[in-house]
């Protein structure tokens, strides 16, 4: 896809979140909405939904929900919701929206968290959300909370940084290449990938914009302090025999730790290096 192709793609995708947004607006009681994901990103591509925040004052009632998709003139695909959630899919000329519904001061409370240091990864998700969105409706409501998490918190940080490489051991990633055992090697693999980057960002004090590290290269965009050739590397390793897979993982592994000791001294890595590398067996 070329770049006018993705722009068109974007363009068109920010049209309908907009026509969306007029519905759920006529209800009082929402008081912002943001177009997020790749759409916000600019990365959005023919098969990218639309995700659509919906913040409301106070919980919806299920008339409310379908008030707002009648009202745009939409096809309902599914609606589900939990404790804190409500989530409507809704199809138009092809395009999927996700629309993800949050009271307030749900937000508010996910924004607690996160400043404190809390690692689960959709509070980041969230965070991300608000920074990188477009703003369709309450901006003013929005920007209050983009004030609150303009600056990465040092707990936060130093928890990413230690979560992500508490990794299972070098010992383990070479038995299981040794007996190509591939299965195991490659969760383990996957694992270690996801906690290098995990510590990446928390390093490089940047909000993480999904759990499972989606949009690899421009994730890497986003980290300064990185290892080169970081998503390249990644690809490659995936793809790498056992052995050369192992080894590709332990130098990525290696220089993260190295970043870390540079660029978040608080964190505790000398203990997490020592396990990474105990052998148990000689």
């Known amino acids: 896809m070329t770049a006018g192709q993705q722009v068109d793609e974007v363009a068109r995708r920010v049209d309908i979140a907009r026509l969306a947004v007029r519905a759920y607006a006529g209800n009082d009681r929402v008081a912002a909405a943001l177009v997020g994901g790749s759409v916000a990103r ?7 939904d639309i995700e659509l925040d919906v913040y409301w004052t106070a919980p ?10 009648e009202g745009a003139g939409f096809e309902r695909v599914y609606a589900e919701e939990d404790e804190h959630e409500w989530a409507d899919g809704l199809l ?16 508010d409370t996910y924004l607690d968290r996160a400043l404190a240091g ?3 990864a959709e509070l980041q998700v969230r965070v991300t959300a608000l920074r990188d969105g477009i703003p369709l409706h309450g901006q003013g409501v929005i920007e209050v909370w983009r004030a609150r998490c303009a600056d ?22 070479e038995m299981l290449a040794a007996r190509d055992d591939v299965l195991l ?26 759990p499972f590290h989606k949009w690899l290269d421009w994730e890497e965009s986003l980290l300064p302090h990185r290892p080169d050739r970081l998503a390249a590397r990644i690809r490659q390793l995936l793809v ?19 970043l870390a000791r540079e660029h978040a001294p ?17």
């Open 60 to 69: 919806p009632s299920s008339a409310d929900r379908e008030a707002a998709v």
């Open 92 to 107: 138009v000329d092809g395009v999927k929206i996700d629309v993800s519904g949050f009271v307030t001061s749900t937000i």
């Open 152 to 173: 990465y918190p040092e707990a936060l940080a130093v928890a990413m940084v230690e979560q992500g490489l508490d990794l299972r051991s070098r010992e383990r990633l």
């Open 118 to 120: 809390d690692t689960e």
């Open 266 to 282: 608080a964190a505790d890595v000398t203990q997490l290096r020592q396990a990474f590398e105990l052998r148990r067996v000689v």
């Open 185 to 210: 090697l490659h969760r383990d693999l996957l694992d270690g990938v996801q906690g290098v980057l995990d510590a990446l960002f928390g390093l490089n004090r940047v909000w993480m914009p999904h």
């Open 240 to 258: 790498a025999g056992p052995h050369d897979a192992v080894r590709a993982l332990v130098a990525l592994v290696d220089e993260t730790y190295a």
């Open 42 to 48: 600019g990365l959005a591509d023919a098969a990218s």
